[in-house]
């Protein structure tokens, strides 16, 4: 039976993450929810900083159009986190400071998700890092408590309120990050996407100024330029191929995985199950899933 009025949100670094790390699964709720789905796509940065032939001022213009392209493909609402003055963070050197933490609670305030995705810490010492993301992960479970918390930025957010709405704290899960190589938390949840593979090849897409100039520029061992779609697919399958490698997964899958934190409410294993599209049971490792929760709920 369908349940009404689910809300999910990704809050990631940069124009193009939740297309690579989480469309396939944003589209699997679709499907389980249909109308009764809100997506939200925030995007703490500006986007000015990851190209190699375009100004700051063109690419930032540019990431945003193809960001915005990819929302209409993915059915999800998109916006660009707004610090207190206006301004947009600056990629390439987010940091974990108030006004950040600010606008996230007030933006996740404001949306009130049921579930929300976000890049997940560094945990290992060896592990490498996008500083973007790392602050991110940083600032979600940082302000997660507060979420609730009324008056935490109305410093930043002025209001005079004295009667305030209590905002539920969302369960909080963590996307794979290929960053981080094969020393990530091993996942608890995977799904898998390719019987929707068209959302995360046609929302990849249309991030053109990434796939066609940048990624092969920064990554050629990796990335190298399509010539239309079907190379793109290709290309987009060895990705998810390399990512099924380092989650342990051999052969190789088309799969998106995530890991359940308790930075925010803690779901019971049932409730998860019930809100959740099907998981791949075969990639998942939800024994360990299961009993986490129990714990963490004891
Ligand atoms: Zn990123």
Redesign the pocket.
Known sequence: MEKPNMKIMCV???F??LE?YGAGTFELFHQKYSDQLQALSLVCTDGRAGHQFRTRDETAKIRKKEQQEAAEIGGYQTEVLTLPDGSHPREGCLILDTDFMAALWHSIRRFQPDYLFC?PLTNHPLAGL?I??EAVANAVRNIAYMINVPHAFTPEYPTDETQSESIKIPVILNFFDR?QKSLNTPHDIAFNIEPVFDIPLHTTYTHQSQIQEWLPWVDPDDFSAPQNLAEWKDILKNFYHANSRKMGIIPERILEAFTVTAWGTIPSYEQLIEDFPSMDTEASHLGNLQERLSQWKS
Do not use: C, E, I, R
Request: hydrophobic share 20%.
């Open positions: 990631h670094a940069h193009d993450d690579f890049p996008h973007d993301h960053y």
